[in-house]
C-alpha cells in the first residue's frame, strides 16, 4: 500500500528526480570522456623525433584522434613545452638522462620505446680515437636546447675533453653531416637513429669514418641512462665492408612521456600505438623489446603499469575506442550511481508511509491525551473546553490531505473522535441528573474507546 501510494502521490517528484540524475549521470559521462584532439612535441622537421610522431598521428586518426605535431629544437624543449600547462602539449618524445622526478612533478612516463645512438663522425684523415679525437678541432655538438647537445657536453666534461676542443658548433644533425662532408668542420656528435637518412649516408661514405667510445662500458657505469649499443662491421654495406669494424656506441633510450593529467584512456591508447610503431625488431633490439617498461629519468604511470601487467583494457578488444571509452565511462559512473539509488528506492516507500502515518498519528496522540484529562478531572467546568478541543481535533482531522491508500486510516480516526465525543456527552449528562451511568457500563466505555486506541 505505501509503494502504491508513493507512486500515485508523488510520480511528478519521481519522474523529476530520476531525470535529475540521469542528466547529472550523462552530465558526468560527458565531461570525463577523453578529448579528440591531443598536441605532441617532436624534434625538428625531418629528425628522427618527427617521423615517429608522424606514424603515431596516423594510427591514432584510424581511432578518431587528432594528434597535433609540434616541431621543436629537440628533447629539452620537448621537456620544457611539456612542462607548461599553457603550452597545450601532452605527449612529447624525451631523450634519457635529461631530467627527474624533482623537476618535472608534471610529467610520467609510458615507457622507454627506442635506443638513440650517440654517433662520433670525423673526417676519414684524422687520427686517434673516441673523444680523444677531437683535441683542437671544430666540433658540432648539436644545437641550443638538443639532447645531443646536452649528452655530448656531459661526455665531454667527464672525459676531461671540454677545454681540449678547439671550437663547439650548434649545428643541426643535417647542416652538420653537410659541412663534415665539405671538409668544413673535422667532426660531428651526433644523436639520430640508424635507420635516418642522415646516418645511412655519412656510414657508407669513405670521405667520414665512424668512431668507437674506447670507454663505453665506463659510460654506461658513470650515467645509468645510457646503454652500450654495438654496430656491427659491414651492416651499412656489405659490399664495401662499411663500417669496416664493429662500432661501440653508448645509447641513451627515448622515452614516451606525457602529462599526469592527461586522460587514461588516452594513456592505454597511446601505449597500444607505442606497440604498433616501437615492437618491431631493429639492428640494436629484438622483436617485442619496445616499448618497454622502463624508467629512465621519470616514474612510469600507473596506467602504464596495468598495461604491460594486463594489455590493454579488455574492452578496447572489441570495441572501437570511443565506444570502449564511454561504456567505460558508463560502468564507473553507473557503479556507485546503483549504490545510491537502490537503497534510496527500497526506503523511499517505507518513508513515505511514515510520513503519511506520522500525521494521523500526531491528532491521535492529542486525543489520548484529551481522554486522559477528562479520567482526571471529570467533567464539570472543563466540559466546554474539553469539547472545544475535540472541535478543533476533528476539524484538523478533516483537513488531512492523505493518498487514497491511507483514507481509511483518516475514517478509523474520525470514528475515535466521534466516540469520544459520545463519551464526553454521556459524563455531562451524568453530571447534570442525579442518576448516572451504571459503573460497569463507563467501564465498558472507557476500555473500548482506549482498546480502539491502542490499536493504532
Known amino acids: 500500500m505505501a509503494v502504491k501510494g508513493f507512486s500515485r502521490a508523488r510520480w511528478f517528484l519521481m519522474s523529476l528526480a530520476v531525470a535529475a540524475v540521469m542528466a547529472g549521470a550523462a552530465f558526468m559521462v560527458w565531461y570525463t570522456l577523453p578529448p579528440r584532439v591531443i598536441t605532441m612535441a617532436t624534434g625538428a622537421e625531418g629528425g628522427a623525433y618527427f617521423e615517429v610522431g608522424k606514424r603515431y598521428r596516423d594510427l591514432l586518426a584510424r581511432d578518431g584522434i587528432t594528434l597535433r605535431l609540434v616541431p621543436t629544437s629537440g628533447a629539452l624543449e620537448n621537456l620544457k613545452l611539456l612542462r607548461d600547462p599553457q603550452s597545450g602539449v601532452s605527449v612529447a618524445l624525451l631523450q634519457g638522462g635529461i631530467t627527474d622526478e624533482r623537476s618535472s612533478p608534471e610529467a610520467e612516463a609510458l615507457g622507454t620505446v627506442f635506443y638513440e645512438p650517440l654517433w662520433l663522425f670525423l673526417r676519414s684523415e684524422l687520427r686517434g ?20 647537445r646536452a649528452v655530448a657536453l656531459e661526455l665531454l666534461k667527464r672525459s676531461g675533453m671540454a677545454d681540449a676542443v678547439g671550437e663547439l658548433l650548434p ?10 662532408l665539405a671538409g668544413e668542420i673535422d667532426a660531428a656528435i651526433l644523436l639520430v637513429a640508424f635507420d635516418s637518412p642522415v646516418i645511412a649516408r655519412l656510414i657508407t661514405d669513405e670521405r667520414v669514418t665512424v668512431s668507437s667510445f674506447p670507454n663505453a662500458d665506463a659510460y654506461v657505469a658513470l650515467f645509468p641512462f645510457l646503454s652500450k649499443v654495438i654496430v656491427p662491421e659491414g651492416v651499412a654495406d656489405l659490399a664495401r665492408n662499411r663500417p669496416s669494424s664493429d662500432v661501440a656506441l653508448v645509447a641513451p633510450k627515448a622515452s614516451l612521456a606525457v602529462r599526469k593529467d592527461l586522460h587514461s584512456a588516452l594513456k592505454f591508447l597511446l601505449l597500444q600505438t607505442a606497440v604498433q610503431v616501437h615492437s618491431a625488431p631493429g639492428i640494436f633490439n629484438h622483436a617485442g623489446q619496445f616499448p618497454a617498461a622502463e624508467m629512465t629519468d621519470l616514474p612510469l604511470a600507473a596506467d602504464a603499469l596495468q598495461f604491460y601487467k594486463s594489455g590493454r583494457p579488455i574492452l578496447q578488444n572489441y570495441l572501437p575506442f570511443w565506444a570502449a571509452s564511454l561504456i567505460g565511462r558508463l560502468v564507473i559512473v553507473a557503479i556507485p550511481l546503483l549504490g545510491v539509488l537502490y537503497p534510496l528506492v527500497r526506503i523511499a516507500p517505507a518513508l513515505y508511509g511514515w510520513a503519511m502515518r506520522s500525521k494521523i498519528t500526531r491528532l491521535y496522540g492529542e486525543l489520548r491525551l484529551l481522554e486522559d ?7 464539570n467546568r472543563n466540559d466546554l473546553q474539553l469539547a472545544a478541543q475535540l472541535d478543533r481535533l476533528e476539524q484538523q482531522a478533516n483537513h488531512i490531505k492523505l493518498p487514497p491508500g491511507f483514507v481509511s486510516q483518516l475514517y478509523i480516526l474520525r470514528d475515535h473522535i466521534a466516540l469520544v465525543r459520545t463519551r464526553l456527552e454521556a459524563l455531562g449528562r451524568a453530571t447534570t441528573h442525579p442518576r448516572r451511568l451504571h459503573p460497569s457500563d463507563d467501564d465498558d466505555e472507557n476500555r473500548t474507546s482506549k482498546t480502539m486506541l491502542a490499536a493504532r
Open 171 to 180: 649545428l643541426t644533425t643535417q647542416v652538420a653531416s653537410e659541412k663534415l
Open 129 to 148: 680515437r673516441g673523444l680523444d679525437a677531437l683535441r683542437g678541432k671544430k666540433v658540432s655538438v648539436g644545437p641550443e636546447g638538443s639532447g645531443t
Open 373 to 379: 484529562e477528562m479520567e482526571r478531572t471529570g467533567v
